[in-house]
């Protein structure tokens, strides 16, 4: 069974950058796809980004420009986050799909392993 876990939440202030981890053991030939998502207070959980084993990488339209995922290895996604702002509130997930990435999984219910999140909370 494959493990995800997220670091690197925490309180900032608005216009700071922030690097989250997410750290999969238990089976990394099963994460193909590894994606994060977000759930702010009151919202809907939303889709941020994803990568692929393979280096295909696709964000969400709002994240283009301040959001970056990589990968290092079949272990580790990192999302690099800048100029925040407090509407970047939110508890992040990381998620991963052992198959091929398909547009679906933008909604997150096609994701087979899910973490636990990690909080930003970004301060005005």
């Known amino acids: 069974q494959v493990q995800l876990v997220e670091s690197g939440g925490g309180l900032v202030q608005a216009g700071d950058s922030l690097r989250l981890s997410c750290a999969a053991s238990g089976g990394t030939f099963s994460t193909n796809v590894m994606s994060w998502f977000r759930q702010a207070p009151g919202k809907e959980r939303e889709f941020v980004a994803a990568?692929?084993?393979?280096?295909?990488i696709t964000y969400a339209d709002s994240m283009k420009g301040r959001f970056t995922i990589s990968r290092v290895n079949a272990n580790t996604v990192y999302l690099q986050m800048s100029s925040l702002k407090p509407e970047d509130t939110a508890v992040y997930y990381c998620?991963?799909?052992?198959?091929?990435?398909?547009?679906?999984?933008?909604w997150g219910s096609g994701m087979h392993y899910w973490g636990k999140g990690t909080l930003v909370t970004v301060s005005t």
């Open positions: 998620a991963a799909h052992r198959g091929s990435w398909y547009e679906g999984l933008r």
């Open positions: 990568i692929t084993a393979n280096g295909f």
